[in-house]
């Protein structure tokens, strides 16, 4: 009778252990669901912001129609105005900038080769003007007048037209100056009424040797030199055409064969 009462006794305590658990649970589900029509809309907005994934607090605010995305101040939103949780939509961040930094900004162009031709008297041709080009660079560093060094940094054809200048041609600097779409897409060069070459351009000012890392063009501006022998527009045959890079160096075009174009 010992044994079955020890029995009796152990048996009961896993089934008084599950009832307790099931009446707790019974007892929390009040709250779970409580009602929330006395709660001050502060606090539903409080807890739709640290708990945006419950949907109970959600479905409070909207059926309130708080804004509680901004914070928890309780504000009410005007009517037909959508109700996004915190987590969700777009926020727009007011930025206030310098007025001389914002004109920098702006003032940037988004295309390297942008330029301003209305300052230069752009000629106006009956025909284009085809010419082969080759381009030598200039040293100052030793030479206030300039070195000309006797080799070619770029060369090929140039048409020289109402609309533009056209390239069709190859750099000789090395790495990223063999692709010739730099000389094709990335100038933007108009022929002056005095025969200057003007506008902006990607230039390659240094060697590239096989197996060094590649340099990135620099993008300047070409403008008429005091030393140049300028291209005549009505009777072209050849211009020599300087172009200052920087206080070391610089470039000299030579224009050739130059003669009107009928495609």
Same mark, same amino acid.
């Given at each position: 009778? *010992?044994?079955?009462?020890?029995?009796y006794q152990y048996c009961r305590v896993?089934?008084?252990?599950?009832?307790?658990?099931?009446?707790?649970?019974?007892?929390?589900?009040? #709250?779970?669901?409580?009602?929330?029509?006395?709660?001050?809309?502060?606090?539903?907005?409080?807890?739709?912001?640290?708990?945006?994934?419950?949907?109970?607090?959600?479905?409070?605010?909207?059926?309130? %129609?708080?804004?509680?995305?901004? %914070?928890?101040?309780?504000?009410?939103?005007?009517?037909?105005?959508? #109700?996004?949780?915190?987590?969700?939509?777009?926020?727009?961040?007011?930025?206030?900038?310098?007025?001389?930094?914002?004109?920098?900004?702006?003032?940037?162009?988004?295309?390297?080769?942008?330029?301003?031709?209305?300052?230069?008297?752009?000629?106006?041709?009956? $025909?284009?003007?085809?010419?082969?080009?080759?381009?030598?660079?200039?040293?100052?560093?030793?030479?206030?007048?300039?070195?000309?060094?006797?080799?070619?940094?770029?060369?090929?054809?140039? &048409?020289?037209?109402?609309? %533009?200048?056209? *390239?069709?041609?190859?750099?000789?600097? %090395?790495?990223?100056?063999?692709?010739?779409?730099?000389?094709?897409?990335?100038?933007? &060069?108009?022929?002056?009424?005095?025969?200057?070459?003007v506008g902006k351009m990607a230039y390659?000012?240094?060697? #590239?040797?096989?197996?060094?890392?590649?340099? $990135?063009?620099?993008?300047?501006?070409?403008?008429?030199?005091?030393?140049?022998?300028? &291209?005549?527009?009505?009777?072209?045959?050849?211009?020599?055409?300087?172009?200052?890079?920087?206080?070391?160096?610089?470039? #000299?075009?030579?224009?050739?064969?130059?003669?009107?174009?009928?495609?």
């Amino acid at each position: 009778m *010992i044994q079955l009462s020890l029995i009796y006794q152990y048996c009961r305590v896993p089934a008084m252990l599950s009832v307790s658990i099931l009446v707790a649970s019974l007892l929390a589900l009040p #709250v779970l669901a409580a009602d929330m029509s006395g709660w001050s809309d502060k606090s539903v907005c409080r807890l739709v912001t640290e708990k945006a994934d419950n949907a109970d607090y959600l479905a409070e605010a909207q059926r309130r %129609g708080l804004d509680c995305g901004a %914070g928890t101040s309780g504000k009410k939103q005007q009517s037909g105005q959508k #109700v996004l949780p915190k987590n969700q939509g777009i926020v727009f961040y007011p930025l206030n900038l310098d007025p001389q930094v914002k004109k920098q900004l702006l003032s940037k162009p988004i295309n390297k080769t942008e330029f301003d031709f209305g300052s230069y008297e752009l000629a106006t041709l009956a $025909q284009p003007i085809a010419c082969q080009f080759n381009l030598r660079r200039v040293e100052y560093e030793n030479d206030v007048e300039g070195r000309l060094e006797n080799w070619d940094m770029a060369r090929g054809q140039m &048409l020289l037209t109402n609309a %533009g200048v056209k *390239i069709e041609g190859y750099w000789r600097m %090395g790495g990223l100056s063999l692709d010739p779409n730099y000389l094709k897409h990335e100038v933007n &060069l108009g022929l002056t009424k005095v025969g200057h070459l003007v506008g902006k351009m990607a230039y390659f000012r240094l060697n #590239v040797s096989e197996g060094e890392v590649p340099e $990135q063009p620099d993008y300047i501006e070409l403008k008429p030199h005091k030393r140049s022998k300028p &291209l005549d527009i009505n009777n072209p045959k050849q211009a020599v055409l300087w172009t200052d890079v920087d206080d070391y160096m610089g470039g #000299v075009w030579q224009l050739t064969r130059c003669k009107e174009y009928n495609p």
